[in-house]
Each structure stands twice: as structure tokens, then as C-alpha cells.
């Protein structure tokens, strides 16, 4: 693609009787998780960008130019919106904002690939969901509802788009054993060949894996023209332009996350991959801008429909804490290792009583700010179910060697995660003699203690961690439990949402923990 700066005297001359015979807006977000009435922290909101949307459909139409609206995927599970029926509403939103296409994320077949199509058939979805390395499909039925890609008339040219989702394996569990995702980068490139045969006129990928992957997706390609990505969470004001293996420069396009900011991109399209940018915006999402009136009340029906599946007040004040209850925050990854992870890894030890009691950071939802804290702040914080009428993943308790548990710490020594590893139970000592909370980017696993005494290598202690952990390791390689966890017991009526209230209730006002 011929990339030109932002050119106003073709703005100000108009489209339709330019030397500029095809163009088209591209409008695109990604990763909505759901977020109907936007983030805590100010932003987004469907009825808000619903209003948006419109309006750049609107401007572009009196300009005699054609929209289209793509969206990166994780439309689905996110936030506790996601519960307003069974998940149905998240899929009849992409049909209300506009949507024309959209690709499968992560955590929109977080249920499975069947939930997935009984969601699509009860929404009577009329936007497309795209996935070309998506395998199983018929196991799972979704043959006729998620093609590889659609083809887009424009006047004339042939526009295709197709889909591609992350293949991270820690992600792939809720579809096994009928489904599997192929590698992005070898289906991409199969794509963009496929094209070229078909006699596609400008191709674009719509994808869920990324931006360090659209990256290389383009570095590794010929005839992509253009990305529009999803997956980081990654708000770029402006498009990130990529050599191809042609040296030719491919924007890749990216609108943060969580219904905060939606992108505009104005393309003049001349065919056979030749296009030039005449506009490029990127627009921010307040709670406080006017709202879609059909939108709105939609919002408002799924706020109680929501309520009506919890059975409870939304707003119900369970506690009062003097700390943040960390997790993200518009759509930013959270803080690593805070006060509030610890609790949690606590809480999962109590729960199991158990020696050891293990968080991880990653699986933290929406940030709360301090303060009283709701049932609602719970579930947001930590809105994590496999199923239906689950309150919360449920903790599982296990045994694990000495020596397996020493590998693992100086693993996480090397690691980022550890970052992201909240351990409660394993103390060090510091340079004066005092017994600390072990961290495995400052301690080393000889060092560590439970109980007072250092980790012995033939002794097995007992171990509290999220169920979801063993569960998708054992359903993805069917070893975890028999080589790293002995006597794994899932521990069916230790759900996080009623432990989390009874916690908070118990020890409220939460502040940090000394010990």
C-alpha cells in the first residue's frame, strides 16, 4: 500500500467528484469484553460509542463514502455483562452498534465452541464472526456461522477480509478435544496466497492475536494491505506502518480495549493493493458523552437481566476496604504483586487450608477503587465461571514435592511471570534474620521456608490454587495433575464469589497484610 500523510486539500476538495474514484472508512474497535455501560475508571460505554459510530457512518456518507465496520474480537466475556442472557446480549450488541465484521477472540469461546454457536443462533447475529485457523469447526458447529472470510464489493474491487485468532495454548482449553487453533503467521500467509489467486483487490486481516504478532504477520506476507488488530489492549493514536517482504509500509490499526475508543480510517482503494490514507482518526469514549437513546435502554434491560441471573442486589454493600481492589484498569493490564493479590492468595490457603495458597495477577478483572465494596465490585474483580450457575471458579487443592515446588520458584525467578505470581505461605529471611513474605525475583528457592523450616526435597506440602489452572492444563496435555500435582481434588463448593464476600465481610475493612 502507498501510505500518504493526512492530506486536508483532499478532504476539503470531497470524494465524489475527486480523482479518488473508491474510497472507504474502515471503523474499527476491539476487545469490548462486554463492557455495556464502560469502565470505573471514566471511559466508554455502548450507548456512547454507539452515538459515535453513527455519526462517522453519517459523515462519511454525505461524502459519498461507504462504511465499514471491523472489530478485533473479545466481544464476549470480560465483564459481568456477560451474564445478561447467558451471554446472548454481548452478540445482539456487535448487531446494534453496527457491526459488519468482527473476529473470534479468546475469550468469546471462553465456554466452549458449542455455547459458542447456541449464543450465535439465539442472537440471530448478522454480523460475521471471522476465524480462518480456527480447526474443528464442524465438531463443534460452527461450519456455517464462522467462515475463513467474506469478500466486500466496492464498486468493483474485491475487498477481503479474513479472520485470525491467538493460538497461545493456555487460551485453547474451553474447545479441546473437538477444537484447536493453527498457527496465525503459517494461516495468514495461506491467506494472503489464497487471495492473490482469488483476484483480490485489497485484502485485509482482521485479527485477535496482538500487535507484536500482526507485527510479524505483516514482516512475513506480500500482499496484506492492511491490519486491524486486537488481543493488546493497545491504544494507537496513529497507524503502526510495517514493511512487508516488498518493503512495501502496512498500517496495523489497534482501539485500546473495554468500548473506550474506536478508530476511523479513510482509504482511497485503486486496487491490487495500491490505496492511500486520506484520514486517519482515533476517537476516545467518555461515560459522560450523549448516548444512543435505543442503545441506552438496551443497557438499562441488561443491567437487570443481569441482576435477575445473580438473584441479588447489584449494589449491595458487603464490606469497606482502606486498599484498591487491584485488577485493570481501562482496560490496562493491573499491578503485579499488590496488597489486594495477597488477600487472595490467602483467601485460596483458608479456603483449601492448605500449607501454600497460590494467585495469579492475570486472572484479576476490573481495578475497584477503595472504599465501600459491593457484590457487584466482587464479581468484577474476579469474573471468572466455567459454566452456567457457577459462582466462580471454584479452588482446588493439591500436593506438590519439595523439589518439584524449588524448580518451580527458580523457574519464576527467570521468569516475567513471577511478576504476576502472588505465593502465600512461603516466607524468607532478610538480611537482619526477619522472616518475609517470599518473592522469587528477590529470594532464592534455597532460602524459602514453610513453616518455619527450608523447603525439604523429598516432603510434599499441600498446595491452594485457581481450579482453572489443572483443569485446562489436564484437558490441554493430560499430565499436569499425574507429574506436578498429586491427589488434585477440586473443590466443588469453594466458589470464588461466595468466598471472596465471606472474606472481605470477615476482614473488613481490608487493609494490607503485615505477615
Known sequence: MKVLQTAALFLALGFSNSLFAKPLQIIHTNDLHSYFQGTRGGIGGYAQLKKVIDELRA????????????????????SSFYFSNQGVDSLRALDMLG??????????????GKELRNQIRDAKLKAKILSANLKGKRWMGLSNLMPDYVDYNLDGLKVRIFGLTTNEIHYMYPIRPLGWIANPHKTGVKQANKAVKDGVDFLIGLTHIGLEHDIKLVE??????????????????????????????????????????????????????????????????????????IMKE????????????????????????????????????????????????RLTREAAKTELGLQ??????EQIPAGPITYGDIVDNFPHFRRWGDQGWNVARARIS????KQILNALARSEVALQVMIDGIKAQD??????????????????????????????????????VPY????????????????????????YWPLLEEYIQKNSPIRCLKD
Open 298 to 345: 438496551f443497557v438499562g434491560t441488561a443491567y437487570m437481566n443481569r441482576e435477575q441471573y445473580f438473584g441479588r442486589n447489584w449494589d449491595e454493600v458487603i464490606g469497606f476496604s482502606d486498599i484498591t481492589l487491584s485488577g485493570n484498569f481501562n482496560g490496562q493490564d493491573s499491578q503485579t504483586r499488590t496488597c489486594w493479590s495477597r488477600h487472595i492468595a
Open 220 to 293: 512475513n506476507t506480500r500482499t496484506l494491505d492492511l491490519v486491524v488488530g486486537g488481543h493488546s489492549h493497545i491504544r494507537l493514536g496513529k497507524p503502526e506502518l510495517t514493511k512487508n517482504l516488498n518493503g512495501r509500509l502496512i498500517p496495523i490499526l489497534q482501539a485500546g480495549a473495554h468500548s473506550g475508543y474506536v478508530g476511523s480510517m479513510i482509504l482511497d482503494i485503486k486496487g491490487k493493493g495500491e490505496a492511500e490514507i486520506l484520514d486517519y482518526k482515533m476517537i476516545n469514549i467518555f461515560k459522560d458523552m450523549p448516548q444512543d437513546e
Open 402 to 405: 519439595g523439589f518439584v515446588l
Open 99 to 112: 457491526v459488519d465484521i468482527t473476529v473470534l477472540g479468546n475469550h468469546d469461546f471462553i465456554l466452549g
Open 360 to 365: 495469579f495477577d492475570v486472572f484479576q478483572g
Open 59 to 78: 459523515d462519511a456518507k454525505a461524502k459519498g463514502i461507504p462504511s465499514l465496520y471491523l472489530d478485533g474480537g473479545d466481544f464476549g466475556e470480560g
Open 472 to 495: 485446562g492444563m489436564e484437558k490441554l496435555l493430560n499430565i499436569f495433575g499425574r507429574v506436578i500435582l498429586h491427589q488434585l481434588d477440586y473443590l466443588e463448593t469453594k466458589n
Open 431 to 468: 538480611k537482619a534474620g526477619h522472616e518475609v513474605p517470599y518473592d522469587p525475583t528477590v529470594h532464592t528457592a534455597e532460602s524459602a521456608m514453610i513453616n518455619g523450616e527450608q523447603i525439604r526435597n523429598l516432603r510434599y506440602y499441600s498446595i491452594a490454587l485457581p481450579s482453572e
